[in-house]
C-alpha cells in the first residue's frame, strides 16, 4: 500500500467526519452520512493496521472512529441484564467451550500431583531433602501443622486470604496464557508439587485418609476453577501459535477478552471455595460431611457448566462481549 496516495485519496471523508462529529445537530442525511464514513473509516483504520501502520495517523482514525462509534452506538452503561446474562450464559459458555483444554489439563495435573506424592511417600531420602525428621514429624502427627492449619485463623479472614491467593494464581494463568503457555505450565507444576508434598508426607506417616479429607471438601472446587484458568490459559498461548482462519490480532483480541471475562467469573468461584475452606474444612463436621459438601460444590459447578454453559455455546455465545462493542476488523481473506 502506498500510504501517500492512501491519504490522499480518503483524506477528505476524514475531516468530513471530523466536521460531523463536532456539530451539535444533525440533520437526517448527516446522520445518514455520518453513519456510512464511520464505516469507511473503521475500513481504513483497519487497513493501515494490517498494511502499512503509521503511527500518527492510527492515532487520529483510531480517535475519529471511537468517537463516531459513541455518537452512533450512544453512551451504554452495564445493567444488571448484563450481569444476569454474563453469569447465565457468556462465563459458562466460555468455560464449556474451552473444556477440551482445561480437562486434559485436570487430569494430567491430577496424575502428576498423585506420581509425585507416591515418589515423596515411598522415599524417606527425598523427604528428608523437603525437612527434618522432628519438622516432618510436626508436620504430620494428630493436631500438627497440616491439620492446624485450616484453623490458625479466623475463619472470614482466612477465607479471604485463601480466596485472593487463588484469584491471583487464575488471573496469572489467563494473562500469562499469551506467553506460549510457558508460565501456566510452571504455576501448574508448583501447585501440584505443593499438592504432591502433602499427599507423600501425610502417607508415609499413614494418615493420608486425613489429609484427603482435610483437602476434598474445598480442593475440588479450587482445583476446578485453576484448571480452567490454566487450560484457558495455554489456549490463549496456543492461539498466538495457530490462530486459525482468523488474524493473529483477531485471534487474540477475541479469545483475550473472553479470558477476561472468564477471570471474574472464576473469582467468583473461587470465593465459593474460599469460603467451604474457611467455614466447612475446619468445623466440627464429620468428615463424610465435609466431602459430601465439596462434591455438591463440584457437581453444582460442572453441571452449572454442562447445562447452562453447554446450551449457551450451542447458540452461539463465545463468551465474548456483544458483536456492537467489538473494534471494527477487516475479514480475513480466503
Avoid at 77 to 86: C, E, G, K, L, Y
Avoid at 91 to 120: D, E, K, M, N, Q
Avoid at 252 to 268: D, F, K, T, V
Wanted: neutral net charge.
Amino acid at each position: 500500500m502506498d500510504l501517500d496516495v492512501f491519504v490522499s485519496a480518503h483524506r477528505n471523508e476524514w475531516d468530513r467526519l471530523d466536521a460531523l462529529l463536532r456539530r451539535r445537530a444533525l440533520t437526517g442525511a448527516e446522520a445518514d452520512e455520518l453513519v456510512t464514513l464511520y464505516q469507511r473509516t473503521a475500513t481504513h483504520l483497519s487497513l493501515i493496521q494490517s498494511g502499512a501502520p503509521d503511527p500518527q495517523l492510527t492515532g487520529r482514525l483510531s480517535q475519529l472512529v471511537a468517537r463516531a462509534r459513541s455518537t452512533v452506538t450512544g453512551t451504554r452503561r452495564a445493567s444488571w441484564r448484563d450481569v444476569t446474562h454474563f453469569l447465565t450464559h457468556g462465563f459458562p459458555a466460555a468455560i464449556y467451550r474451552s473444556r477440551h483444554w482445561w480437562i486434559p489439563t485436570a487430569l494430567v495435573s491430577t496424575a502428576v500431583a498423585a506420581l509425585l506424592g507416591w515418589w515423596i511417600g515411598t522415599h524417606p531420602e527425598v523427604q528428608s531433602s523437603i525437612a527434618a525428621p522432628s519438622e516432618l514429624r510436626e508436620l504430620t502427627r494428630p493436631g500438627g501443622q497440616y491439620e492446624t492449619y485450616y484453623s490458625s485463623h479466623p475463619a472470614a479472614s482466612f477465607a479471604a486470604q485463601v480466596w485472593t491467593n487463588n484469584a491471583q494464581a487464575a488471573a496469572l494463568c489467563l494473562v500469562l496464557g499469551v506467553f506460549l503457555g510457558l508460565p501456566v505450565l510452571w504455576i501448574l507444576f508448583q501447585n501440584m508439587l505443593n499438592l504432591g508434598i502433602g499427599i507423600g508426607l501425610m502417607s508415609s506417616a499413614g494418615r493420608l485418609d486425613t489429609f484427603l479429607g482435610l483437602v476434598l471438601p474445598h480442593g475440588l472446587l479450587e482445583l476446578t476453577a485453576v484448571f480452567v484458568a490454566a487450560g484457558t490459559g495455554l489456549r490463549l498461548g496456543w492461539t498466538v501459535l495457530d490462530p486459525g482462519p482468523r488474524s493473529r490480532r483477531a485471534a487474540l483480541a477475541e479469545e483475550g477478552r473472553s479470558a477476561l471475562g472468564m477471570a471474574i467469573g472464576l473469582a467468583l468461584v473461587l470465593f465459593v471455595s474460599g469460603a467451604i475452606e474457611g467455614f466447612v474444612t475446619p468445623s466440627g463436621l464429620p468428615t463424610w460431611t465435609r466431602i459430601t459438601i465439596g462434591l455438591t460444590a463440584e457437581a453444582a459447578f460442572l453441571a452449572y457448566v454442562y447445562v447452562l454453559g453447554g446450551r449457551a455455546a450451542r447458540t452461539g455465545d463465545t463468551g465474548d462481549v456483544a458483536a456492537a462493542e467489538r473494534s471494527a476488523s477487516v475479514p480475513t481473506a480466503a
